[in-house]
Structures are given as C-alpha cells and as structure tokens.
C-alpha cells in the first residue's frame, strides 16, 4: 500500500491565528523528507483550512502528486481544470459538519456535472475517485458511473468498540471492488492501531491518513509520524 498524507488540519492549526505558522510550504518538505506518495488537500466551499492560495503554491512547489478532494461544484470543476492535480476525490460537503460524515451518495450528485468532469479527468490524465461507504450498492454505481478508482469510507474503524462485522464489511468490499476493475483505496480515521483491521492490503493501492497523522506530529514529530506509519502498512 502506499500512504497519502493530508495536510489539511496543518491550515486549520494556522487559520486559528490568522498569520503563516505552522507554514504549509514547511510541512510540504517534511512530508517529501518522509517519502509520502500522495499529498491530500481539501479545499471546501466554506475554505475552513485550505485556501485557494494555499492549493496553487502547494501545486507549483510540491515533487510529489497532489490528491484534490472536492466537492461536485461548478466552482471546484474550475479550480481543478486550473491545477490539473494528479487526483481528484469528489467528496460530500455539509457546512455544519465538523469532518466528513460519511461516503458520497452517488444517486444525488449532478450526472451532468460528473460528465464535465470526467471528459476534464479524460483529457488532462487526472485520475478520479468517488469517496463512498463501504457498500456493494455505491460500489456499483461507482462503477456504473465511470469512475475507475474509489476510496472507501474507513471512519467506523474509529470506534471505541470496533464490531467483528465492520472490519469484515470493509475487507469483504475492499475485495469487492477490486473484483469490479476498480483502483481501492481507503480513509477516513485511521491510525496507529486501527490500519491492522485493514488485512485486504494486497487490493489496497493507497491509504489516505490525515487527522491523526497531523495530532500526533504534536507529541513525536510530523516526519517520525510518518515514517511510523509508513512502515505498519508495509508490513
């Protein structure tokens, strides 16, 4: 598997006091430092951490791909086709939400919208995924829709209780989509502890981390983190 980290709760670190620390051009070069695959920013609606500026200084200094999650918006379509990412995730936005609450539900996106971005994903090689649940049903429709990778929805692994039937529903789908032709990666709550239930790794292409990754660089370092990480899913 390889380990996409997203830098997102770095921004959310420095919007709380309006200036540049902790700078995200710095923890861009300790994530190169760790040897990341993929580098992950969001930039929502609402700009709560990532700003635009932030996505276009990211794009022009970074060494590694960039992972764009976004929503379905004519908006992020712009700003997209403008970056040309080497990954776009179309994700669920709520303004109220304070993370990601679930997958995308594939029956209410915008078909037309999908089209204008896929025909972009097509012209520019961007390769696009639809971050959903774990479910055959979204797993289908993915398919169906034209989407050749899909990140799997990995939050109920951050439980206190974690029920045998959640960790065989996300492997059995892990499977599932594998067996579809589809590009399989996973996210959403992953940590130290929970990335051993993901035991399908074989079908894995990249496991995205974010929250924690950035939570814990405050005890043991952004760079230590990583490479901590990096190693449990090599195993």
Do not use: W
């Not at 951490?49 to 976004?70: A, R, V």
């Not at 097509?122 to 899909?150: C, R, Y």
Request: aromatic share 6%; proline share 2%; charged share 30%.
């Amino acid at each position: 598997m390889k380990l996409g980290v997203n830098i997102d709760h770095i921004a959310t670190l420095r919007n709380a006091r309006g200036q540049d620390n902790p700078n995200l051009i710095r923890a861009l070069k300790v994530c190169q430092e760790a040897k990341i695959d993929t580098l992950t920013v969001h930039l929502r609606e609402d700009r709560r951490h990532i700003k635009d500026k932030d996505l276009f200084e990211l794009k022009k200094y970074s060494k590694i791909p960039i992972n764009l999650e976004m929503a379905l918006t004519e908006e992020m379509i712009k700003i997209a086709s403008k970056i040309n990412p080497k990954f776009i995730c179309i994700v669920p936005e709520k303004r109220n939400e304070i993370t990601t609450e679930g997958g995308l539900n594939l029956n209410k996106i915008s078909q037309a919208k999908l089209k204008k971005l896929l025909k972009i994903s097509e012209k520019k090689n961007i390769q696009l995924s639809a971050f959903i649940n774990p479910t055959k049903k979204m797993i289908n429709l993915a398919k169906n829709l034209g989407f050749d990778t899909v990140e799997l929805h990995t939050g109920n692994l951050d439980k206190k209780i974690i029920r045998k039937s959640t960790i065989n529903q996300i492997n059995e789908m892990i499977e599932y989509a594998h067996s579809k032709k589809l590009i399989v990666n996973v996210g959403h709550g992953l940590n130290f502890k929970n990335i051993k239930f993901i035991k399908k790794r074989k079908y894995v292409d990249t496991v995205h981390v974010g929250h924690f990754i950035i939570s814990e660089a405050i005890f043991i370092s952004l760079i230590k983190t990583i490479k901590t990480f990096r190693n449990l899913i090599k195993k």
